[in-house]
């Protein structure tokens, strides 16, 4: 089945580590997204790929991290500087990236700092 | 930047009513979604609609974009409707801006 994977479900960090948040799609889109969203809130963009090898800062992107040196996906780090991590993060990928594209959604990763 | 503003914030339904959600955008848009994000969080894509009127099963979506706003419409609702509404526009590039959502629960 075609679609976008999140591991792990959730995840418990103890302050001052270093975690990652695995994303992968298998829908050949070239765009892909991290968002943060907060209990109550919207979605925030942390960062943004269009292509692989390139990627741009979202509005919330201090203390995280991204790579994307495969199409397929798009790991997030959060660094030990964010300083209020706990929070929902989902992925996403769309097909060109371009402001007509539609996005769809990972199942997301509930990260909790102990 | 673009304001994006959803009414109500809280709805609660009898099982079978039907229901409006309100979508108001303060600029252009080149991209307007609207999502369902059930309790256990996943998002779920329902209607791409930048303009005009879309219908699928008991949803249908309208956005009148020279008035900037979008109206989801629930008819015949169910438990399975419950979950968080967002409406999510995009004005240019790559960044797509999201409401605070409206919350429905659907009472059996």
């Known amino acids: 089945d075609g679609g976008i994977t999140q591991s792990p479900k959730y995840l418990f960090r103890k302050e001052g580590q270093n975690v990652t948040l695995s994303c992968e799609q298998n829908?050949?889109?070239?765009?892909m997204y991290w968002y943060r969203q907060d209990p109550g809130q919207g979605l925030r963009l942390i960062y943004y790929?269009?292509?692989?090898?390139?990627?741009q800062k979202g509005d919330i992107a201090e203390g995280y991290s991204v790579s994307r040196e495969k199409k397929e996906s798009f790991p997030l780090t959060v660094t030990s500087a964010q300083k209020n991590p706990t929070a929902f993060y989902l992925c996403?990928?769309?097909?060109?990236?371009?402001?007509?594209?539609?996005?769809?959604f990972g199942p997301g990763t509930r990260l909790t700092v102990l | 930047g673009i304001q994006v503003e959803q009414s109500p914030p809280d709805l609660i339904l009898q099982e079978g009513a039907n229901s409006t959600l309100r979508c108001n955008f303060s600029?252009?848009?080149?991209?307007l979604q609207w999502f369902h994000q059930n309790p256990w969080g996943q998002l779920i894509n329902l209607f791409y609609?930048?303009?005009g009127t879309k219908q699928n099963g008991r949803l249908s979506a309208t956005t009148v974009a020279t008035e900037r706003y979008s109206l989801l419409y629930i008819s015949s609702s169910q438990t399975t409707d419950s979950g968080v509404y967002f409406c999510?526009?995009?004005?240019?590039?790559?960044?797509?801006?999201f409401g605070a959502g409206t919350r429905l629960f659907v009472k059996a």
């Open positions: 790929s269009q292509i692989v090898n390139d990627f």
């Open positions: 600029d252009s848009v080149n991209n």
């Open positions: 829908l050949n889109h070239d765009a």
């Open positions: 999510a526009v995009n004005t240019g590039g790559f960044k797509t801006i």
């Open positions: 996403a990928s769309a097909n060109g990236g371009t402001s007509t594209d539609t996005q769809y």
């Open positions: 609609i930048p303009s």
